[in-house]
């Protein structure tokens, strides 16, 4: 039989043994899952000179001579919006609506306003997030009823309302860019992963049968290449600036492409 002493020392060093491993073990996760941050530390400075010195719902510093660009959409355009504008800076103006566009249902409520009497050249345009997100489901009286909810917006009354805006954006003229919805990520804040996939068919379906409309297939991209906040469906600085540069990229794709047939 082990004497309590020897005992308690074997279990002193079991412990420190236990410790040392804890320790190493998390410092080797932590470098594994930090990301690499020095490819993006260029951009998050500047991300960060543009929040303290710009403000995203200003218009644009105009040129005239440059064509318009309007970019609808809810936070995440809004996260994406001054660095597209300085992306595309001396090749368009950049411009986008002073709100949150939110769900369809705003959209076909305000589209008239937000498109004012502009010529457009490429609008970028995005409904998702908030469409998608479950509300309490109201009584004949507008209260809340207890323990019910559904999504804001329903598949159905989704398809209907982008079919409007979409008619009322081809009245414009310009070069049309759906945007796909970015994904959910699991323990989002009523929001459920993969609502998204069923919302992004359903839009996929409209342009299809609507014609002559580009897609930026934002959701892969993002799924794959951008920071997105833990249980959120928003985005680090990091993960916006990588956001901005796919967007970037479809919208100098449609200019590139009007340049080319007016020529």
Known sequence: ????????TRNTLVICLLSTFTVVGLSATAQETKPSAKAATKDVAAANKRSRTQDVFAPPKENPKLPDVLLIGD?????????VRERLSGEANVWRPAANCGPTTRGVANLDGWLGDRHWDVIHFNFGLHDLRWMPVKNSAGNDKKGEEAPQVSLKDYEA?????????????????????????????????????????????????????????????????AQQRP???????AGSEQLADHVTACIRSALASQAATAK
């Open 1 to 8: 039989m082990m004497k309590p002493r020897l005992q308690r």
């Open 75 to 83: 936070s995440i355009s809004i996260g994406y919006t001054l660095p």
């Open 161 to 225: 309302n982008l079919r409007k805006i979409v008619t009322r954006l081809k009245k414009t003229g310009a070069t049309l860019i759906w945007c796909e919805t970015t994904p959910v990520p699991a323990k989002s804040s009523h929001r459920i992963k993969g609502d998204e996939e069923n919302y992004n068919a359903v839009a996929a379906k409209v342009m299809r049968e609507m014609g002559d409309i580009r897609t930026d297939a934002l959701h892969d991209f993002a799924k794959s290449k």
């Open 231 to 237: 249980a959120n469906v928003h985005y680090t600085t």
